[in-house]
């Protein structure tokens, strides 16, 4: 059983609008949480992170925003741009558990221009 | 600096070889992983190393071996090929255990017959 779920496998949204990947997970001990963003034929690169301190975090134009009593994390782009074209990892960890974190399938956006 | 570089990029292997998928990074990092990715799932961690000369397992560390005699290199053994091991591997490495600074490697695609 996925602890780490991402219902939306593609989404796709124009140019300028905002973007909203959604990630759910079902361990209550998780408490930092982290989005990649992948690139075909590219390994993951970090993108932005949330504590469980927190509920939202902002880095320009990605915001992410956590749920703790849904267990439910969201991450906003605005405004999408066509070079957020890629596939979106989420992740989560128990920091008991140290780098041991646990992945979302990812979901691919299409930013259309 | 080159990062984390991984060789080879495609590899097709018959069942019940064995083979070497190299990692390495000029970063000084401490931490390293190998990450498997199979379609419709996120990332998953097969071992990890916190530093040189100590490895541990991860969430899928079945028909995998590591070793981390030094700390640029963090190679994964596969010493029985099994078509069920065909996937896209990554590694990683990070300076810290929060993972933000993660750098992943592009990836090898392995093909088992």
């Known amino acids: 059983d996925q602890q780490v779920k991402q219902n939306s496998p593609s989404l796709s949204v124009q140019e300028g609008r905002i973007s909203i990947l959604n990630c759910d997970y079902t361990?209550?001990?998780?408490?930092?949480f982290l989005w990649y963003k992948k690139y075909p034929a590219e390994g993951p690169t970090f993108l932005i992170s949330?504590?469980?301190?927190?509920d939202k975090n902002e880095d320009g134009r990605f915001t992410v925003f956590l749920n703790k009593s849904a267990k439910h994390l969201s991450l906003h782009i605005v405004p999408s741009q066509p070079g957020d074209s890629a596939v979106y990892f989420c992740?989560?960890?128990?920091?008991?558990?140290?780098?041991?974190?646990?992945f979302g399938p990812g979901t691919r956006l299409s930013v259309l221009p | 600096n080159a990062g984390v570089t991984q060789t080879p990029k495609f590899q097709v292997l018959k069942t019940g070889q064995s083979m070497t998928l190299q990692c390495a990074q000029d970063?000084?990092?401490?931490?390293m992983s190998w990450y498997r990715q199979d379609p419709g799932m996120g990332l998953r961690l097969i071992h990890y190393?916190?530093?040189?000369?100590?490895?541990d397992q991860g969430e899928v560390p079945n028909g995998y071996n590591v070793s981390r005699s030094t700390t640029e290199d963090f190679p994964l053994r596969l010493l029985s090929a099994a078509p069920s091991q065909t996937s896209v591997y990554f590694c990683?490495?990070?300076?810290?255990?929060?993972?933000?600074?993660?750098?992943f490697g592009p990836g090898t695609r392995l093909l088992v017959l």
């Open positions: 990683a490495s990070s300076q810290d255990e929060t993972q933000e600074t993660q750098y």
């Open positions: 970063m000084n990092h401490e931490y």
């Open positions: 992740a989560a960890s128990d920091y008991n558990y140290g780098q041991n974190f646990v």
């Open positions: 190393s916190v530093g040189a000369g100590i490895t």
């Open positions: 949330i504590s469980s301190i927190k």
């Open positions: 361990n209550s001990m998780f408490d930092y």
